[in-house]
């Protein structure tokens, strides 16, 4: 069966620190890759996304993301983070030929001032 | 342009009855989707529906089944509850399907007694 694996539940830094949340699916197949953000109070929105081309893509909020489809993985990294990026971040991936969304179960990141 | 919007907010029910939650797709989306969110856990994919047909299911049961009228809004039905369908439901739309960004709603709140 398809999974998502985030290692890090829980991650502290402290403001200005760089960030880096690891991903892994299993899928031998064509994957869309997403990260999705939920900041305390709001909804799940977006931050990124992989569809094909650059592996190497940029979010919003300074957020980019690392393909490796050798590794399977699609880490998101961040190189300073604010307080106001403390959130639950989820990894999520769809086969490009199936209907189905797996996400992993999430990584709380808290920033301290 | 109107969010995506979920109804109840919280529904306490007891084991063995149904219910139904709703869910209003932001304007123009022609997909929705449910989620199951278990505390701790990330969304866990129920199904899709596409233009008012079911379009891809996760690892759910037959009682959970659901609905999508012309306007595009949607109906996920629970039947025969059980303790562990205690979680919170996520809506989310999309246009055309999966692969693309999904706008997700606040959720429903479900407790099973």
């Known amino acids: 069966a398809q999974s998502v694996s985030q290692h890090n539940h829980h991650v502290i830094l402290s403001e200005a620190a760089s960030l880096e949340l690891g991903c892994n699916y299993s899928?031998?197949?064509?994957?869309?890759l997403f990260w999705y953000v939920q900041y305390p109070g709001q909804h799940l929105q977006l931050l990124l996304k992989?569809?094909?081309?650059?592996?190497l893509v940029k979010g919003i909020k300074g957020f980019e993301a690392e393909f490796i489809k050798s590794k399977f993985s699609f880490n998101l990294r961040k190189p300073s983070v604010q307080w106001s990026d403390t959130a639950e971040y989820f990894c999520?991936?769809?086969?490009?030929?199936?209907?189905?969304?797996?996400f992993g179960t999430g990584t709380s990141l808290t920033v301290i001032p | 342009e109107t969010g995506v919007t979920q109804s109840p907010t919280h529904l306490i029910k007891t084991r063995g009855q149904q219910v139904t939650l709703r869910c209003s797709s932001q304007?123009?989306?022609?997909?929705v989707s449910w989620y199951q969110q278990a505390l701790g856990q990330g969304p866990q994919f129920i199904f899709q529906?596409?233009?008012?047909?079911?379009?891809g299911r996760g690892n759910f049961p037959p009682r959970f089944s659901g609905l999508q009228f012309p306007n595009y809004s949607s109906e996920l039905n629970v039947n025969a509850l059980e303790l562990d369908d205690s979680a919170l439901y996520l809506c989310?739309?999309?246009?055309?399907?999966?692969?693309?960004?999904?706008?997700f709603g606040p959720g429903t709140r479900l407790t099973v007694l």
């Open positions: 304007s123009g989306h022609n997909t």
């Open positions: 989310a739309s999309s246009l055309e399907g999966l692969g693309n960004e999904q706008f």
């Open positions: 529906y596409y233009r008012e047909e079911e379009n």
């Open positions: 992989y569809f094909s081309g650059d592996p």
């Open positions: 999520a991936v769809t086969p490009v030929t199936g209907n189905q969304f797996y």
């Open positions: 899928y031998g197949g064509t994957v869309n």
